[in-house]
C-alpha cells in the first residue's frame, strides 16, 4: 500500500489525466506483478480507477498473509474467467517462490492446486488424469476444451432451429394426412347416402299397362 500511495503522489505531480498513469504504472511493475497486470481486461488496465482498486484488492487486501499462504488459499471468484483465475494463480506462485514453469514436481502440484480450486467440475474432470507436462500444456488443453465449448453452444441454437423445422413439417404432414383422410371419409359418406336414397325412391316403370 505504501509503495501504490508513493506512485499516486509522484504522478500527481506530473498533472497528467489518471488514465494516463496505467502506463507508467504497468511499466514499474515487476515480476509476479506484471503478469497479474498483463491478464486483467483492457478496460481495467486503462481505467485508473479500476487498476487502481483491482490492485489493492488483489495485493493489499491480504498484505497479513504470507505469499505461500495467499497461494494456497486461492480459490477462483465469482465470474472469474477460468483463464484469468490461472493467470492470477500463476503470479501467487511465483511471488510464493513456486517452480512451476519448468515441468517436475512443483509444476505438478500446481496444475493439481489449479484443478482443485478453480470450481469447474468440467474442466477438472477431463484433465486431472490428463498427462500434463508443464503449465503451458495447461494452458493449450483448457483452449481447446474452452474452444470445443464455445463452438458447441454456437451449434445448438442451428440445431433447435433445424429440429423445430422438422417439428413443424411434421405437423403439417399430419394435419395435410387428417385432411385427406376426414374429405375421403366425407365422400365416402355421401356416396352412401346417394345410395340410400336411391333404394328408398319410388320407381316408376316404363311400358307398363297400368
Known sequence: MQWLRKFMYEMKGTHTPTN???MTFELSLQNGALHWNRQLPR????TWKLLSDAFVKYY???FTQSAKARYYSAKREDKEHVCDYLNRLNGYARNAGVQFENGGREAKDHVDHFLDTCDDRGLEGRLYHAPVKDINDLEEMINDILRSRERKTAREPSVRRHRSQDDDRRRETGRTRVRGAVSVANDVTETMVDAGNDATSP??????PW
Open 20 to 22: 494516463e498513469w496505467c
Open 43 to 46: 478496460k481495467t488496465k486503462r
Open 60 to 62: 493489499c487486501s491480504k
Open 203 to 208: 320407381r316408376t316403370g316404363r311400358g307398363l
